[in-house]
């Protein structure tokens, strides 16, 4: 696959939701081959980094399920006819349904057959990972037309002994400080949660890589959900508690809906501060939810033991729409450019978090003299000093080695990385040190 | 006395208010038989301790003052008519007068007699417990219409030696820690302000009894208002600072308006948190005031040298309603559905402290896999979770071992009482445990 | 000079108005004889220390400039006509304008014009301290009014090696933590900005030094703008850094704007809290502008090394009234009872600032019996308690020995001073005692 641009947020948008024309169709599930061809077709746009957990392993109070795998699926009536095909659609199928071949009456059927009475357009997606069960989900007119009969209930599953899949691509930096970047690669045929999320993380790696230069590592995770977070935080728990500074849950990414930020539980991390710098600068609408509305992996991340510091930034929140979790969440639900607004906004965040560095002034107290160095008019009246010297009045002003360019941008109303062309200057001409 | 049920706040609201009758028209004062006939009377309910403090003592920078009783007084005309009579009711002497016996004219009687121009229907409460002086208190209209001529003034009281009376209750606890609930007792016969706090306390000490287990110590202090709690200081400020975690001046419970919360003087002491958390949830309309508005015994818990966490919750507040210290302020003012709205209340806030621990998880990280304990459902789907899970949720999120129950309730918007099924479920299953 | 009265507001607003008529002539600049003229005239009203600092002289990171001094400037016609003339309005020369004496058209004069087309009847000040150039300043219908022909520019100045004049006046109190005050004296003829300044400076100082005594050491300084600060921060850093308690830039304070506090970097400094608590209480409209709207001195008082806790009390604030900088910012548009008001206004914050101790109770607990003490009323009612026994309860109350006075009226929403009795009662009977 070639052509995946990021030079733009319009170019990542399309790259992004062409991507995702091409994931759409595999069959995701928490474990199985579905994870696996995603993460083949993800590797020929950027360097992941795939691996395995067997079955049965213990990852910190979970143990790790049977690998789930599905060929085909379907319910026939008397004649033969697929009444309910999983080949047309993937969500027909509860996921990790155990195998079934059985003829039953319609009475003996109807309790594995769920639907949406509310939502009659929609499938809904369905899920047992951790109880043996089999189902089909279909739309409700559907299951209402069925006729009293016997029905062929086919399910050609495997639940067996295998491996979860994962992978994972750190992006090194000046420093092995990291910023962690996850998302969830376990859903099947829906867009917005979740296919947004692996292409929008997919999109930011391939834009950091770019970069001619990151102050911070990046680390991107690919991960089913829950079991996912959990065997990641397992296998590196200490160096994500060591070495993460700051985080974000990349999900929900795709929809129409105003920009959503769910702050980590602490409320006030280097995460939220540098979403919200940014968003309260960006112009598009926005809400910001307290950390008790997390419903994704924010819930590992930031639980007692682990507290990293990780919020998220969506646009069609989980449980926030109609389409969640049906059929309806789709190619056509999911747009090229509210996928390039995220990736926007996400890069403008990381810009923030690579520019916020702590500086002093160099000088004994007071001012510089700004003018001999070509930084100030030479003329004094009365009008308001332009936008150059007002950037560098407040970065010189406030740079007492204590406050971030964050709290300095917080403080003056404005963005932070529009202080970035002044602190250049003042660095350029030696008036301002780092702090560490 | 039989039959003072507190197994329903109703029950209790019409329980107080039986008490209150039997009480209202004892003639109690700051000393004197009126006080301890009030607590002859609590204890056949209750086994409070009574306690004696010689006149003269010194209790910090106060001295205990003589002991007043009173057996009659009157105003007769000429005639010998009573125009004014002590045995129609008590307020119509100031409290604290000094004996007399002297035939006077009209001009002469005429500052000694108080009256409300503004209501005419009230009898004022007036005392004069640190200085000498005799009067007497009478409707407006009652003094407007005395004729000149000539009258006797009869008070027939004594202002000698004795003692000030007070008492306390102790409810041991698994902990010494100790919860102080305190009132007054040195009100005649008015039914608000301040028949209400002892009746309210008395239930309060019953249900408290009656508990099948109790974390904290209560100690419940009935005290003459002022030098009581000074004296109170006294005997045990170096305990108090010692054992108490919260506490609440139980006055001003039985009148009809909104609730107050009057705030300790740091207003965010755990007695503050759980009135707060309380009331914020509990769907009765109420106030905040803070500190400064303070003016019973909180002046003394609350003041410099002691620093005790005191708060104070109310319906109809000292000095904002009409019939404040007058004759109006009666058994038909203060009504048993009230009594019962804040018995009510405070049996909340008294649960929360009781089980507002500070817990931690047991696990490295992550998320317990509740599944495997029944405490999620099998099925995964697009719903919001049920309100239990939910609530497991609010608390294994956040249960890092700093954060108490009501701080963790609060952040989720919720009442802390409303945690504790989720806090038994999570302890029984191991996953958190306590941390101290 | 006799006369000036600081005894009332209004005394001292008369007296400074009556100083500016005087003073509003000479032509000051950032140094020069008009300076110098200028401190001998304040020296007739207060002893005043004036010090040079010679051009060339490094002060911090700045180089003092050559000293300016003028004599004359004019633009003549071809018949000799002075069409603009410095004699006339001193604004009508371009400040630190370098001597000049030459013919040239009026296409080679227009460059060196300058005129407000949007404020047609305003002279406008303009400066060009450290860029050489030379120009004039006029209304812009005398610009358009010019007509092409020959034009004699002189400019009779010289730029040359010199020195910078500045003053200060410390007056001495019980204690050699300092409270700074500052104004500018660089201004030429404009009366809010700036001659307002230093009149209002020395009417306070004045004040100060009738007071029959000082808590505080204060230090006046009458400085150029910024080199003037620069170059007393080089000389006085680490004893301001050591000694200042809080300070203010006392500069535009005769306009006939509402009052604008400025707050210092931290917004919550010593200078911050007493200013705010006055202006809560004093009925006058205010608004508070963050730091981040500096423009002024605090640049330098408040720069990373400095840190001084200085904010700013004005009136008209430079940029925000349309005479600003103009020949419009004269003597009708500042008014006598202007500068009375913000004079009346910095008294209460350094009053505030004097009797801002820290108290604490001398009692083990409890409140005092302020009976016994002739402090409160004998007769107990229903009353509220009168202002003069809140105020004393309010002390009492929170003289824990951590909150200082302002910190105690705050809590209790009303103006430090207006505590003041209650203090002076409460530490002459022995109840309190400073805590330090």
Request: aromatic share 8%; hydrophobic share 40%; proline share 6%.
């Amino acid at each position: 696959m070639t052509g995946f641009s990021v030079e733009t947020p319009e170019a990542a948008g399309d790259a992004m939701h062409g991507l995702m024309r091409r994931l759409f169709p595999i069959c995701r599930s928490l474990t199985g081959e579905g994870v696996r061809e995603t993460f083949r077709i993800l590797r020929e746009l950027g360097p992941l980094e795939t691996h395995e957990v067997p079955s049965g392993t213990q990852v910190l109070d979970w143990i790790v399920p049977d690998e789930w795998n599905i060929r085909d699926a379907y319910v026939a009536d008397e004649a033969g006819n697929r009444v309910i095909d999983f080949r047309k659609n993937n969500l027909h199928v509860v996921g990790y349904s155990e195998p079934v071949d059985a003829t039953l009456s319609l009475d003996e059927l109807r309790p594995h057959l769920h639907s949406l009475p509310d939502q009659p357009d929609a499938i809904p997606y369905l899920t047992s990972y951790y109880a043996r069960r089999w189902g089909f989900c279909l739309r409700h007119p559907d299951l209402e037309a069925l006729k009293p009969g016997s029905y062929r209930a086919v399910i050609d599953s495997t639940l067996e002994p295998g491996s979860l899949t994962y992978a994972d691509w750190v992006i090194p930096g000046e420093s092995d400080a990291e910023v962690l970047l996850a998302t969830n690669v376990c859903h099947p045929s829906m867009a917005n949660n979740e296919l947004s999320g692996p292409v929008t993380l997919l999109a930011l790696g391939l834009w950091l890589q770019s970069l001619p230069e990151r102050r911070y590592t990046y680390r991107l995770a690919f991960l089913p959900e829950t079991i996912g977070a959990v065997a990641y935080l397992d296998r590196h728990l200490d160096h994500l508690k060591a070495k993460v500074v700051a985080g974000y849950q990349v999900i929900c990414t795709g929809g129409p809906d105003d920009f959503t930020y769910l702050l980590s539980r602490d409320g006030n991390t280097l995460a939220d501060r540098a979403a919200l710098n940014v968003l309260a600068h960006d112009g598009r609408p926005y809400r910001v939810l307290d950390h008790t509305r997390r419903a994704s992996d924010e819930r590992q991340w930031c639980s007692p033991g682990a507290g990293l510091p990780v919020g998220s930034l969506m646009r069609s929140k989980y449980h926030d729409y109609a389409e969640y979790h049906t059929s309806l969440d789709d190619l056509d639900f999911v747009r090229p450019e509210h996928l390039a607004a995220v990736f926007d906004v996400y890069c403008k965040v990381l810009r923030t978090l690579e520019m916020n560095r702590t500086w002093k002034s160099t000088l004994r107290a007071g001012e510089p003299q700004l003018g001999r160095r070509g930084l100030y008019p030479s003329m004094g009246g009365r009008n308001h000093l332009d936008a150059d010297v007002e950037a560098l009045s407040a970065v010189l002003g406030y740079a007492d080695g204590q406050m971030d360019m964050i709290a300095i941008a917080d403080a003056h109303g404005r963005s932070a990385v529009s202080l970035a062309p002044a602190v250049e200057k003042l660095y350029a001409t030696g008036l301002i040190r780092e702090e560490k």
